[in-house]
């Protein structure tokens, strides 16, 4: 970063360099809708200061541009609250951060998130959300590492052909914090074919009108510890998407061929209009598609029960 000079402020050398190369940056590239955003560095040191200034001016040039692009950086580790918070970041339009479950993951116990992907997912979700940052945040390098460093996958992932791993991470984001995950190892996902997995989550959300700011989280509640769900409701309207699971039937325990119990139980969904009466629908998150409804009235507590066997 040319001896620290990298992130020197408006008037230096530097930033001068930065903004040429940015307008060429913009002229080169700008028109190609394909590029989603300019990233100014990739993992800098999570605090505020000069470097977050430095890409508040960047994004508001690509925003100012006849071209607009979104622009931003990313951390090494940590959400790094603080600067990406400070108010000379609002020009930044989303959050970028980066974990790696064991070696740049923050969240205990790590070794159980390592071998449960949909936990993994699950915390890192919550934390970002309980973070408040008020803009879209990007995960832009999530992985199941091993235990030599963060430049490998935990190898024990290649044995797990249906991608068990990849299915929990994709439809744990069925959660309330709304994280976008890039996850970084691709080799499993070419190899074993596992783009499947991400169209039957597009497919069961399809239409799901989450922009519409009256989602929030689903707060439904389990009767058993080994059935868990994750979703959103929308109380105006009526309206909830939850996905349900079982806990046992983590991604090791497949690749370990431990036996992993059906659990059955009820999930509690509380939807505040008493006695009304609802449509559930059930869909396959092997296909992402429809496999029955059934018509059911809620509790004099308004909560909406739902009844599970042998998942």
Do not use: C
């Amino acid at each position: 970063k040319n001896s620290g000079n990298f992130n020197r402020g408006e008037g230096s050398p530097n930033r001068r360099l930065h903004e040429y190369y940015w307008r060429h940056l913009f002229a080169r590239l700008g028109a190609f809708r394909s590029v989603h955003s300019w990233e100014l560095v990739n993992e800098e040191a999570p605090g505020p200061g000069d470097h977050f200034r430095l890409t508040a001016a960047l994004a508001t040039q690509a925003a100012a541009d006849g071209n607009p692009h979104l622009a931003t950086t990313s951390t090494w580790a940590t959400l790094a609250e603080e600067a990406w918070q400070a108010a000379e970041s609002a020009p930044i339009p989303y959050t970028d951060f980066h974990a790696y479950v064991r070696g740049t993951g923050w969240i205990e116990p790590k070794s159980e998130l390592a071998n449960d992907s949909a936990r993994f997912f699950h915390e890192y979700d919550l934390a970002a959300r309980a973070a408040g940052f008020n803009k879209p945040v990007t995960w832009g390098e999530m992985g199941i590492d091993g235990t030599s460093g963060t430049d490998n996958q935990d190898p024990a992932l290649a044995n797990d052909n249906n991608g068990v791993w990849l299915h929990k991470i994709i439809w744990a984001r069925t959660g309330p914090g709304g994280v976008y995950p890039l996850y970084w190892y691709t080799d499993n996902i070419f190899g074993k074919s596992l783009h499947g997995i991400y169209g039957a989550w597009n497919r069961f959300m399809a239409g799901i009108p989450l922009a519409n700011g009256h989602y929030e989280d689903a707060t439904a509640a389990t009767s058993n510890p080994d059935l868990r769900a994750y979703g959103q409701k929308d109380l105006q309207a009526g309206r909830a998407h939850v996905w349900i699971d079982n806990r046992q039937n983590t991604w090791r325990a497949v690749v370990n061929g431990s036996a992993i119990p059906a659990v059955s139980g009820t999930v509690s969904l509380p939807m505040q209009r008493p006695s009304a009466s609802y449509t559930v629908t059930w869909y396959s998150t092997t296909t992402g598609l429809l496999t029955s409804t059934q018509a059911l009235a809620a509790n004099s507590a308004g909560t909406l029960i739902l009844n599970i066997s042998n998942l």
